[in-house]
């Protein structure tokens, strides 16, 4: 037996149209190379669209590939994930469902305080899955799941969540994979990682989600599994990425030195992502004239321009009073309350807190924004 094994897809996630492009030609990537590879099914484990309701050229899109696996004769079959999902059950999964294009796999019953999930049988398999939930919401939940037996299939669990062996021992809810139910591969999504251990795989994203993805990834995967010998990672590569870091110090003539820097470089059909770095001490970032910078990456043939100013710095003038460092958040918040009376001031001695919180050291992107949005959720008790 032979199946496909991908997820976080992410199909309408980028506003720039050329890597909404690039999205939705690695997902065609995958379904080709499926398909070539004549796989038995294709499992899609959750986020194959960004949101729950995504844009109608997106769809259209999506179900040409559903259609190619349907004409090849491969079912495809899936589950939600933290951005498709939707907690009345009204996605454009459900209408890739009424068209015959897939098969969710999330089959469950309640039964005395557990979650019973039934399986769908195909080809020797036994397909489970539960989705994944806003806010990570299904953690709790899946430590209720139970399995309807199969005795002699293949047992396959898709589920999209975090598991504890993946995120170490970052503060984020996740799933004890020890607690879960045993079976012979569990399909993950969600992390956007390489992760492939004791038969428990994250498949990574069929392309990256944002310019840290682009930089950290490099690309996108997914997994064929072939159930005779080891899951195979499959790398989707269809444009080099091309960091290009600055540091400045003088906004006017950062235009020039980024322009002298840029010259000697290739960057005919690449994805050009421009980092600036650095503490103004002449100007201001508006005297950087990015419009210059990127005609001239465009007319040199690149295939999108992307720039990031998050640690340029103005130099930041002395000021002649005194403060007391133990107490300025809060005396800032004390001052802020007293200028603007709202029921909100409660919470914003919670939110400097729960904001403060810096990206660990080899952290991806992806558990980083999950783990400084669960601090945020604690504040208004949203689970």
Same mark, same amino acid.
């Given at each position: 037996?032979?199946? !496909?094994?991908? /997820?976080?897809?992410?199909? /309408?996630?980028?506003?720039?149209?050329?890597?909404?492009?690039?999205?939705?030609?690695?997902?065609? $990537?995958?379904?080709?190379?499926?398909?070539?590879?004549?796989?038995?099914?294709?499992?899609?484990?959750?986020?194959?669209?960004?949101?729950?309701?995504?844009?109608?050229?997106?769809?259209?899109?999506?179900?040409?590939?559903?259609? +190619?696996?349907?004409?090849?004769?491969?079912?495809?079959?899936?589950?939600?994930?933290?951005?498709?999902?939707?907690?009345?059950?009204?996605?454009?999964?459900?209408?890739?469902?009424?068209?015959?294009?897939? @098969?969710?796999?999330?089959?469950?019953?309640?039964?005395? %305080?557990?979650?019973?999930?039934?399986? &769908?049988?195909?080809?020797?398999?036994?397909?489970?899955?539960?989705?994944?939930? +806003?806010?990570?919401?299904?953690?709790?939940?899946?430590?209720?799941?139970?399995?309807?037996?199969?005795? %002699?299939?293949?047992?396959?669990?898709?589920?999209?969540?975090?598991?504890?062996?993946?995120? %170490?021992?970052?503060?984020?809810?996740?799933?004890?994979?020890?607690?879960?139910?045993?079976?012979?591969?569990?399909?993950? !999504?969600?992390?956007?990682?390489?992760?492939?251990?004791?038969?428990?795989?994250?498949?990574?994203?069929?392309?990256?989600?944002? $310019?840290?993805?682009?930089?950290?990834?490099?690309?996108?995967?997914?997994?064929?599994?072939?159930?005779?010998?080891?899951?195979?990672?499959?790398?989707?590569?269809?444009?080099?990425?091309?960091?290009?870091?600055?540091?400045?110090?003088?906004?006017?003539?950062?235009?020039?030195?980024?322009?002298?820097?840029?010259?000697?470089?290739?960057?005919?059909?690449?994805?050009?992502?421009?980092?600036?770095?650095?503490?103004?001490?002449? %100007?201001? @970032?508006?005297? &950087?004239?990015?419009?210059?910078?990127?005609?001239?990456?465009?007319? $040199?043939?690149?295939?999108?321009?992307?720039?990031?100013?998050?640690?340029?710095?103005?130099?930041?003038?002395?000021?002649?009073?005194?403060?007391?460092?133990?107490?300025?958040?809060?005396?800032?918040?004390?001052?802020?309350?007293?200028?603007?009376?709202?029921?909100?001031?409660?919470?914003? /001695?919670?939110?400097?807190?729960?904001?403060?919180?810096?990206?660990?050291?080899?952290?991806?992107?992806?558990?980083?924004?999950?783990?400084?949005?669960?601090?945020?959720?604690?504040?208004?008790?949203?689970?």
């Amino acid at each position: 037996m032979r199946f !496909a094994h991908m /997820g976080d897809c992410h199909l /309408g996630g980028w506003r720039h149209p050329e890597l909404a492009t690039l999205t939705m030609q690695s997902f065609a $990537s995958a379904v080709n190379t499926s398909i070539k590879e004549k796989v038995d099914f294709v499992l899609i484990a959750g986020d194959l669209f960004d949101t729950a309701y995504p844009p109608i050229d997106t769809i259209k899109d999506a179900f040409e590939q559903f259609r +190619k696996l349907k004409d090849a004769n491969i079912p495809v079959f899936l589950i939600a994930g933290s951005h498709d999902y939707s907690a009345s059950g009204k996605t454009f999964l459900e209408v890739l469902e009424k068209a015959g294009f897939a @098969k969710n796999a999330h089959q469950p019953e309640e039964r005395n %305080g557990s979650i019973i999930l039934s399986p &769908i049988l195909y080809n020797g398999a036994a397909i489970y899955g539960y989705p994944g939930k +806003k806010s990570g919401m299904e953690v709790e939940e899946i430590s209720r799941i139970k399995l309807q037996e199969s005795p %002699g299939f293949f047992k396959i669990l898709m589920l999209h969540t975090a598991i504890r062996d993946a995120v %170490g021992t970052l503060p984020i809810s996740a799933v004890d994979q020890d607690n879960l139910p045993k079976v012979d591969y569990l399909a993950l !999504a969600h992390l956007h990682i390489d992760y492939n251990k004791n038969s428990r795989v994250y498949c990574g994203p069929t392309f990256p989600n944002n $310019s840290n993805e682009l930089e950290e990834l490099q690309g996108g995967s997914f997994y064929i599994v072939d159930t005779k010998s080891k899951p195979k990672k499959i790398s989707i590569k269809l444009k080099d990425v091309l960091i290009v870091e600055k540091k400045i110090t003088n906004a006017f003539t950062a235009t020039a030195d980024i322009l002298v820097s840029l010259k000697d470089k290739d960057l005919k059909d690449k994805i050009i992502i421009l980092k600036i770095s650095g503490v103004l001490e002449s %100007g201001k @970032k508006t005297d &950087i004239k990015f419009n210059e910078i990127e005609k001239f990456v465009r007319d $040199s043939g690149a295939y999108v321009f992307l720039k990031s100013t998050t640690k340029l710095y103005a130099d930041e003038p002395e000021f002649n009073f005194t403060v007391n460092p133990d107490s300025i958040e809060e005396d800032i918040i004390k001052k802020f309350q007293e200028e603007h009376e709202s029921s909100f001031n409660t919470h914003v /001695g919670q939110l400097f807190h729960a904001l403060n919180v810096d990206k660990k050291e080899g952290e991806v992107s992806r558990i980083f924004e999950s783990r400084v949005f669960e601090e945020f959720s604690k504040v208004f008790s949203i689970k």
